[in-house]
């Protein structure tokens, strides 16, 4: 059974940063495309970006430029460096394997709560 456990959300005002971090309970070594994905209230959830075990990166348009995302295999954990936050990024931030996109090889892992990143004008 792996867990997957989101911290580092907050709330700021536009034009501010957070990093998100992820947490894995197992070794994130075998899963070879890991992303992050959002969803506003009353909204799908969408994949914000991704990263692959060879380090290729991939950023949704709108935060292409703003985010950054990686992973730190010995820790077992993913991160998101948000910054110039706009309001539009407002969301419960959430990790899990690019499969859950239905792009990914991996299996589409158990959701974890999420962690709330809200941005205010």
């Known amino acids: 059974q792996v867990q997957l456990v989101e911290s580092g959300g907050g709330l700021v005002q536009a034009g501010g940063s957070l990093r998100l971090s992820c947490a894995v309970s197992?070794?994130?070594?075998?899963?070879?495309?890991m992303g992050w994905y959002r969803q506003a209230p009353g909204k799908q959830r969408e994949l914000v970006a991704h990263?692959?075990?060879?380090?290729?990166?991939w950023y949704r348009e709108s935060v292409k430029g703003r985010f950054t995302i990686s992973r730190d295999n010995a820790k077992n954990t993913m991160y998101l460096q948000t910054n110039s936050l706009k309001p539009e990024d407002t969301g419960v931030y959430y990790c899990?394997?690019?499969?859950?996109?239905?792009?990914?090889?991996?299996?589409?892992?158990?959701w974890g709560q999420g962690t709330q990143v809200t941005v205010s004008s």
């Open positions: 899990n394997t690019l499969g859950c996109s239905g792009l990914g090889r991996n299996q589409c892992l158990d």
């Open positions: 197992g070794s994130i070594l075998s899963i070879n495309a």
């Open positions: 990263i692959t075990s060879g380090g290729s990166t």
